[in-house]
């Protein structure tokens, strides 16, 4: 598997940190309430197909979104992070 | 107060691992890190930097980039940040950057000879062939499990810099590797 980084190009799976899906970029309002909060902490969906989720290449330090397939492996493409 | 009777003697992180070693037509030697300083830029401030560092000759490099002047060199080191060899960082740089003297926390190797590609093919997960590594290219990647700072310094050479602290881990593999790929002729 093979993943872009906005500096370094497309570099192989082992150079990244698996950091899960892109959920943690949606963080609720403080007072957004507990079922939100229980929702952003705790619940994630399981799909077989299209997701996105976060990477972290550890030799040059960008976040990244990327774009895959849970059922293909294909990854579509990523997005750095500011 | 200084104890004088202490005497501080200066060492290179690649001491007592046994260099240069030599396997087939491949020789691994230490490069002693006299002087680094990583570069990492406030928000926004990148032009800034380059402006300061133009008093070297240089300016921030681009990523997988490296540029020398006057003696001195600069060296894409990760997302927005650079080391800056064998100089002292200019005046008015560290308005624009966090500056941080990193000279004894890396150790440095240059892997010399016409199997280094291969040398390097069992540990670093790139494609370090010279029409996708060209001379003077830059990366930030793995050797074997340790962080890695790698530039293609000729055709058949790669300088190599890692954590200090790995030095030894580093040596060793990168032995290892060369002795394997001498010993398939």
């Known amino acids: 598997m093979r993943i872009p980084c906005p500096c370094c190009g497309w570099r192989d799976r082992r150079e990244f940190t ?3 899906h892109e959920t943690f970029l949606h963080r609720p309002a403080p007072d957004a309430g507990a079922e939100a909060w229980d929702d952003y902490l705790h619940n994630r969906e399981n799909p077989a197909g299209p997701t996105r989720d976060l990477w972290y290449h550890d030799p040059c330090g960008s976040w990244v979104v990327v774009a895959r397939d849970t059922v293909t492996h294909a990854v579509a493409g990523g997005e750095g992070l500011a | 107060m200084a104890d004088p009777s202490v005497t501080l003697t200066v060492t290179g992180g690649a001491d007592g691992l046994g260099l240069p070693l030599r396997h087939g037509d491949c020789r691994l030697t230490a490069q002693p890190v006299a002087t680094a300083s990583l570069i990492a830029p406030y928000p926004g401030r990148v032009a800034a930097c380059s402006a300061a560092l133009a008093a070297l000759g240089l300016a921030f490099p681009a990523p997988g980039q490296g540029l020398s002047a006057q003696g001195a060199r600069i060296v894409w080191a990760g997302r927005e940040q650079a080391f800056l060899f064998d100089a002292a960082p200019p005046d008015g740089l560290a308005e624009h950057a966090s500056l941080t003297d990193q000279a004894d926390g890396w150790a440095r190797f240059l ?3 016409t199997g280094a590609e291969a040398v390097l093919a069992r540990l670093v ?3 370090l062939r010279a029409g996708s590594f060209p001379q003077g290219r830059v990366v930030r990647s793995l050797l074997g499990h340790m962080p890695l700072l790698l530039i293609r310094a000729a055709s058949d050479a790669f300088e190599i810099t890692t954590y200090r602290s790995m ?5 060793h593999e990168l032995g290892r590797a060369m ?5 398939r002729g």
């Open chain 2, 179 to 183: 002795r394997a790929t001498a010993a």
């Open chain 2, 125 to 127: 997960p790139l494609d």
């Open chain 2, 111 to 113: 892997l010399q000879g």
């Open chain 1, 18 to 20: 698996y950091y899960g």
């Open chain 2, 167 to 171: 030095a030894g881990s580093a040596v």
